[in-house]
Structure formats: structure tokens, C-alpha cells
């Protein structure tokens, strides 16, 4: 009897081996051959799309099989057109990762026009930096100052992308918390068009990442034609340490509540990157471990460190629990922020 049992056991213990040898060798060879596609729902030569070319050229030797990784931009309302066929559309094989900003999230529970996914049903890889947002103003616009944006006679033009981008919603709390002249032009495709914008004098300037800025708009902040002339978040980036805070203009509570959940708390999650609802687990785990591998890896930080990219990663479990907890936000608190990021 007692032989009989532990000839059971070995053969209970075989089988369990072949068939965790056997997963392994499937999803490693899964990828083998395969094309990987990065969709950036932003336009060609602004930020997002800069991270995810960086991160795609060193992406796929950290997952098993090396397949092929393909950068694609899919634009159109803040993101909200990319945000939609990732939640309907995309197959969830692990073969398609998006890359979109945090801020439609929060417009999903302010229930903005147009939104078709859930946020709480995609699957997060992570982000490869925590943004600290700025505003840029060309010096042809005459505003380099706050004293002197707090005096123009007229709403100075701020470029946006739509509701839920940063380069929206930043001007657009920071105009009702400060009490300052904005007038939000949305429908650029992504900052690089803002950019140009600026440049010809179309535009005043933009509010979005100085981790973004800093890199695309380097000319212009070398050369003195833009200026950053405020910084959006509760703590000051160590390499603007004379530009001020948007929490020093605040005069109130509720300014100062709006400044917090309208684009401090989120600008963690404003280079998300994730993968369809309902895609296999252990491909999200892989997935996740070659994303955080990735930005280890010694070649990409020697290439973010030549391009002036930062580099301060948050995981996707992370992630996870900071979405859950937006849910969570106070009915009163959600109505104010959708009369202030949701125009009418």
C-alpha cells in the first residue's frame, strides 16, 4: 500500500513538472516570431511618443522569444479614439500595448462624452516616469512671468489636446484655482503640434511634463524664446528650483483641492501603459517584468541619459491600486472637477 502511494505521489509530482515546463515553454514560445505593437495615442515627436520609442528599441530583448516591437500613433480626441479600441477592439493576446494619458480616467468617472471603456478593467504595465507639469510660454508671447500672465488683458492661448490630456486639463484647473486669463484651444494632436503652434506665434505656449519639455522644446528653452513660467505640482522638480508653484497662487480651499485631484494626483499615472481587458495573466506578468526590466536596463538608461529623459518608474500593481482609489473620489468633489475639466 505504502509503495503503491509513493509510486502515486511520483507520478502526481512528474505530471506537475511536465506541465509547469510545458507553460513555460508556450508562453516563451509565443512570442517567438511574433510582432508586438506599441499604440501611442498621441502624435509623432511630442513626449509619449518619444518614451515609447526609446522603450520599444530595447523592449523586446527582455521578453521571452524576442519578438519584433512595432510603434504605431493612433490620435484623436485627447485620446479618447486610442482609450475606446483598446477597450473594444484590441485583441487581448498580449501582442498590442497602449500608451495613453492618466487623465481620461478621471474623465471616465466625471462621465465625459465619447468614453467606451472602463478603466478599471485594463490591464497596467506601468509607467517609466511620474510627470511634473509645467507651463511654457514662448517669450514672443510677452508672458515670462506670473505677475505679468496675471495682468494680460486678454485669456492668454494655451494649447490642448481634449479633455483628459494634461496639456487640457492642467490650464484648465489652473485657470479656475488661480483665477488666471487662459483660454484652453483644444484639438492639437498632441504636443509636438502645440509646439509648432507656439513657435508661430498661433499659440502662447502649453502646460504639459517638464520631462517632455525639456527634451522637445530643448532649442527654445536653450535659447530663451520659452519659458517655464510655472510648475503644477505639490513638490518643486530640483532642476526649476526658481520657478514657482501653481499651490502658491491658490487663495482657497477649494483652489487648492481642485489643484490636488485635478492634476496632482494624477500626474503619476500620465504615461500609462496597458493592455486590453480579459488578456492572459501570466502574458501581463511577462509583460510587466519586461517593461520594469526594461527601464533597468543599462542601454536604454544610457539613451534616455543622451535624449534628457527621465527615468522614475511606477508598476502596474501599483498602478492598479492608484486607479481603484480615483473611484473612490467624494460625488462633491467629481461634480466640481467636471464643471472644470469637462466643457459643456
Known amino acids: 500500500m505504502i509503495k503503491r502511494l509513493w509510486h502515486l505521489m511520483v507520478a502526481i509530482s512528474a505530471g506537475i513538472s511536465f506541465i509547469s515546463v510545458a507553460v513555460h515553454a508556450s508562453t516563451h514560445d509565443f512570442y517567438k516570431g511574433k510582432t ?3 499604440i501611442v495615442a498621441f502624435s509623432p515627436g511630442g513626449g509619449f511618443d518619444t518614451y515609447t520609442r526609446a522603450i520599444a528599441r530595447h523592449l523586446s530583448k527582455h521578453i521571452p522569444g524576442n519578438p519584433t516591437i512595432i510603434v504605431e500613433n493612433m490620435t484623436g480626441a485627447g485620446g479618447i479614439i486610442q482609450a475606446n479600441f483598446m477597450y473594444q477592439k484590441a485583441k487581448p493576446d498580449g501582442l498590442i500595448i497602449g500608451n495613453n494619458i492618466g487623465g481620461l480616467i478621471l474623465q471616465q468617472i466625471m462621465g465625459a462624452k465619447g468614453i467606451e471603456f472602463d478603466a478599471r478593467k485594463f490591464e497596467y504595465i506601468g509607467v517609466p516616469t511620474i510627470d511634473h507639469a509645467v507651463c511654457a510660454l514662448t517669450k514672443a508671447s510677452g508672458i515670462t512671468s506670473m505677475d505679468k500672465w ?9 494649447g490642448g489636446v481634449g479633455p483628459g490630456g494634461q496639456a487640457s486639463d492642467v490650464p484648465r484647473t489652473i485657470q479656475t484655482a488661480l483665477g488666471l486669463p487662459i483660454k484652453v484651444v483644444d484639438g ?3 504636443t509636438a503640434d502645440i509646439r509648432l503652434a507656439a513657435e508661430s ?5 502649453g502646460c504639459w511634463a517638464w520631462e517632455s519639455v525639456k527634451t522637445t522644446w530643448r532649442k527654445g528653452i536653450e535659447s530663451a524664446e520659452v519659458v517655464v513660467v510655472l510648475q503644477t505640482m505639490p513638490k518643486k522638480h530640483p532642476e526649476l528650483p526658481h520657478v514657482p508653484m501653481d499651490i502658491d497662487y491658490a487663495k482657497s480651499e477649494e483652489g487648492r483641492k481642485l489643484l490636488k485631484h485635478g492634476i496632482h494626483d ?6 500609462l501603459y ?3 481587458p480579459g488578456t492572459p495573466k501570466e502574458r501581463v506578468q511577462i509583460l510587466r517584468r519586461a517593461f520594469s526590466d526594461t527601464l533597468k536596463d543599462t542601454e536604454f538608461l544610457t539613451e534616455t541619459k543622451k535624449s534628457n529623459l527621465d527615468v522614475n518608474p511606477v508598476a502596474g500593481e501599483e498602478i492598479e491600486k492608484i486607479v481603484a482609489g480615483l473611484f473612490k473620489l467624494e460625488p462633491g468633489m467629481v461634480a466640481r472637477l467636471k464643471e472644470v475639466l469637462v466643457p459643456k
Open 36 to 38: 508586438v505593437r506599441m
Open 150 to 158: 496675471f495682468a494680460a488683458k486678454e485669456p492668454v492661448k494655451i
Open 188 to 190: 492639437y494632436k498632441g
Open 201 to 205: 506665434g498661433e499659440l502662447a505656449g
Open 266 to 271: 494624477t500626474a503619476i499615472l500620465t504615461r
Open 274 to 276: 496597458f493592455l486590453p
